[in-house]
């Protein structure tokens, strides 16, 4: 029976019809540096080549926007300090420019005008690498996944940082902008907004972000056991009997009875890693505007474990002692 | 396994620890130069973190500059231009005491601040009028204030949570004329409705960790898991709100309007009761409650104000 899966298959060579000219001058356009080899990454494990880079007008674009908007960082956050930079790194991880309250623009840069500066400059420049992003794969005629995948991620970011805000009526609801701004912003919305654990598309974004590491570390182990064989050549071999790639389909068959080939095993971390941001932002949307607390929809909607009468033991059905039952049995206001 | 491998690795791990090493170098640096005001908060919170204004440095804190030519315009009509050792003169706070006691009582607050008495006083004149020695009378009046007004009634209502001792200067200096300020809190109207935003929701939790660090008790101390709103479960979430009003009260009344400098840590520093309270007799200031003292309640901050440079 097992020599049935190593039976050949006939498959018609793959065909390029339009194989990319990678150093055609008008596709790669203004390119800066020369390629430049720093022999000590080899230590880590990665390539050593440096350079060259390319100069698109995007990338022009958004490296500026993001150096202004490290300049009114700096600049906001030294405000905030007098101006005394011994402060400024005691600080470094406490200094947030806070959003103002109410949807106008902010009274001072103090209050608030830092931060609408900063967020209209940092949504500028991550618009414009994507636009960078869509402009090189737009030139290799490639199929634009990469920048779907990068534009869901900047659909979370404008989720916390701009539409939820914009329907909850105050930036107010924004994260600071600073180094730790997002953690306090993710401890103060739970505490407001209730405990997001129990948000379910936040479980469902737990399940995606687990997910697609699940499935990096099996396509990563995989593709670097059997390297040895070749199967760095994945979509290549495909077609190959023996070749590494077929035995690492035939190694997850057998394992648990179901396996990816080099081209779906991308499919399913695409979609996993697309799938946690865009949950995600489906679950930051929904708080405030449809759900007041989680826990409390929780509790509605069966999620969260009711004890019934917490007074008599579950099995015994003893009084259980007080210093338990006496808080349970206090009216809620 | 060639070695050359575990160089990468071991960069990584140097450049940690020297980054480590680092931050306590650049803050023990900090420390020992000059102490820069930082002001600039545009939290409600005011203080905390960014605590000082710059303007503050200016207004006469310190050692009283005794070649300073004394100004007897700016002086009431008690001070004498001509000054008697061993005699009394304008003494507006601590009126009951002899003047030996009164000696005695100067002496426990030369220890409590670490201070000699040019601190406050011209020597060449001890009745002339200071901004220190202004200070000094409204924190007088406050330390009354805050035995009487608030400690007092929480140990009369909660015994089993009151221990012996009083507060006194040393409670909060502990041998420093000025004290750091560490881990603020909000103002306690903060407390009394929800929070609208997460932006306020971000002022009330940074207290609450403030307060629970200052008192080095964790959330369940005041709350319970069942219910973190309501106060009625536990005593010491009602001690709490009775001190955390205090708190505001200090530095609303009694500080000048940019300097709201006390919190939880001021007295606490990290012990469910304050260490350093003073026994019955030391500290008593015996003050008839003096409410309408005019540096204390009708402006607030006026001594500091009116005070000259020196």
New interface residues.
């Given amino acids: 029976m097992a020599t049935v899966i190593n039976r050949p298959i006939a498959m018609p060579p793959v065909q390029h019809p339009d194989p990319s000219p990678m150093d055609d001058a008008d596709l790669l356009g203004v390119r800066i540096g020369e390629p430049f080899r720093v022999p000590f990454l080899k230590r880590f494990g990665v390539d050593t080549q440096l350079g060259t880079l390319w100069l698109g007008t995007w990338g022009v674009l958004s490296v500026m926007l993001f150096l202004a908007g490290v300049g009114v960082q700096i600049l906001g956050g030294l405000t905030l300090v007098n101006g005394d930079l011994g402060a400024y790194a005691h600080y470094l991880f406490n200094i947030q420019l806070l959003p103002p309250d109410g949807l106008g623009p902010a009274k001072s840069l103090a209050e608030g005008g830092f931060w609408q500066i900063n967020t209209a400059l940092f949504a500028g420049s991550v618009l414009c690498w994507a636009g960078r992003c869509y402009e090189r794969l737009m030139r290799y005629h490639w199929r634009p996944y990469l920048f779907f995948a990068y534009l869901s991620a900047i659909l979370l970011s404008a989720t916390i940082w701009v539409f939820r805000p914009l329907l909850m009526g105050t930036w107010a609801e924004a994260p600071a902008m600073g180094l730790n701004g997002d953690l306090d912003w993710a401890q103060n919305f739970s505490v407001l907004w209730g405990n997001l654990y129990y948000n379910p598309w936040h479980m469902l974004a737990i399940f995606f972000l687990f997910g697609s590491t699940m499935l990096w570390g099996m396509h990563g182990a995989t593709i670097l056991a059997t390297s040895a064989e070749g199967s760095h050549h994945e979509v290549a071999e495909i077609k190959d009997m023996h070749s590494g790639s077929h035995k690492s389909m035939l190694f997850w068959r057998w394992v648990m009875g179901f396996n990816a080939n080099p081209k779906t095993i991308h499919d399913w971390i695409w979609w996993f890693s697309v799938g946690v941001v865009v949950s995600s932002a489906i679950g930051i949307i929904t708080t405030g505007t449809f759900v007041n607390d989680w826990y409390v929809w929780g509790v509605d909607h069966g999620i969260v474990a009711q004890y019934g009468d917490m007074t008599r033991d579950a099995v015994n059905q003893r009084p259980v002692p007080l210093d338990i039952t006496v808080n349970m049995s206090m009216p809620r206001p | 396994m060639n070695i050359?491998?575990l160089?990468?690795p071991l960069v990584i791990v140097c450049t940690l620890a020297l980054a480590g090493v680092a931050q306590p170098l650049?803050?023990t640096?900090?420390a020992a130069?000059p102490e820069?005001?930082?002001?600039?908060?545009?939290?409600p919170l005011g203080v905390g973190?960014?605590d000082r204004n710059?303007a503050d440095a200016e207004k006469g804190y310190g050692p009283v500059d005794q070649a300073a030519p004394m100004d007897f315009s700016t002086q009431n009509a008690n001070v004498p231009k001509t000054y008697v050792p061993g005699k009394l003169y304008n003494v507006q706070v601590l009126k009951q005491y002899s003047y030996a006691t009164l000696l005695n009582q100067m002496n426990y607050y030369t220890q409590s601040l670490g201070v000699q008495c040019t601190y406050c006083h011209n020597v060449a004149n001890f009745a002339y009028d200071t901004p220190t020695k202004k200070i000094s009378r409204t924190m007088q009046i406050m330390s009354n204030q805050v035995a009487s007004g608030w400690i007092d009634p929480v140990k009369k209502d909660y015994p089993n949570y009151s221990v012996s001792g009083a507060v006194g200067c040393v409670t909060c200096h502990r041998g420093a004329p000025r004290m750091a300020v560490k881990w603020n809190i909000v103002p306690v109207a903060y407390l009394d409705y929800k929070?609208k935003?997460?932006?306020?929701?971000?002022y009330v939790?940074n207290s609450m960790y403030s307060a629970s660090k200052s008192l080095g008790v964790n959330c369940l101390f005041c709350h319970?898991t069942?219910?973190f709103?309501?106060l009625?479960?536990y005593p010491t979430n009602k001690i709490a709100h009775r001190m955390w009003a205090m708190v505001d009260k200090i530095n609303h009344q009694y500080l000048p309007a940019n300097v709201k400098a006390v919190t939880c840590y001021t007295c606490h520093q990290g012990a469910k009761w304050p260490q350093a309270l003073v026994t019955a007799g030391l500290d008593q200031t015996p003050v008839e409650a003096h409410a309408s003292h005019p540096a204390v309640h009708e402006n607030p901050g006026a001594h500091l104000a009116s005070g000259v440079a020196h």
């Fill in positions: 050359k491998r160089l990468g650049l803050d640096a900090r130069g820069k005001p930082v002001t600039g908060n545009n939290s973190h960014f710059p929070a935003t997460t932006k306020q929701a971000g939790v319970n069942a219910d709103v309501s009625q479960y």
